[in-house]
């Protein structure tokens, strides 16, 4: 987890997660197929959260998420991923940021973070 010390506000979160699939069995393509199959569904309705991407490097090996939770107690909740699991550790990068701006065509994620106050 994140050494990062948050803005005591109850503005968003942005979590960043990142694996190196180079020591692993499974590969991104095989993530996708848990994406199509259960990952997605797993997410949509999860309080707090307000986004999330998945993202995936085939050729560097890479895979990872970007969260926008609505609040810190949001983001500090028990995730339904299995990404870990399959991927058979834990990932290198799990930081947590303050969102400071965004800009979206979502109106409900448009003009979020700290610089709005």
């Not at 692993?24 to 707090?48: C, H, W």
């Not at 909740?77 to 799990?94: C, D, F, H, N, W």
Request: proline share 5%; glycine share 6%; charged share 25%.
């Amino acid at each position: 987890m994140s050494e990062h010390e948050l803005s005591p506000t109850s503005a968003p979160i942005v979590r960043l997660v990142l694996w190196s699939l180079a020591d692993s069995d499974v590969t991104v393509e095989e993530l996708r197929t848990y994406l199509f199959d259960e990952g997605v569904a797993a997410f949509a309705e999860l309080d707090g959260l307000l986004f999330k991407a998945w993202v995936s490097d085939p050729i560097g090996e890479r895979w990872g998420a970007l969260y926008v939770w609505e609040s810190a107690e949001a983001a500090d909740q028990p995730l339904p991923s299995r990404a870990g699991e399959l991927i058979g550790k834990a990932p290198e990068i799990l930081d947590l940021f303050d969102l400071e701006a965004t800009v979206s065509v979502a109106s409900e994620l448009n003009r979020l973070g700290l610089a709005f106050g």
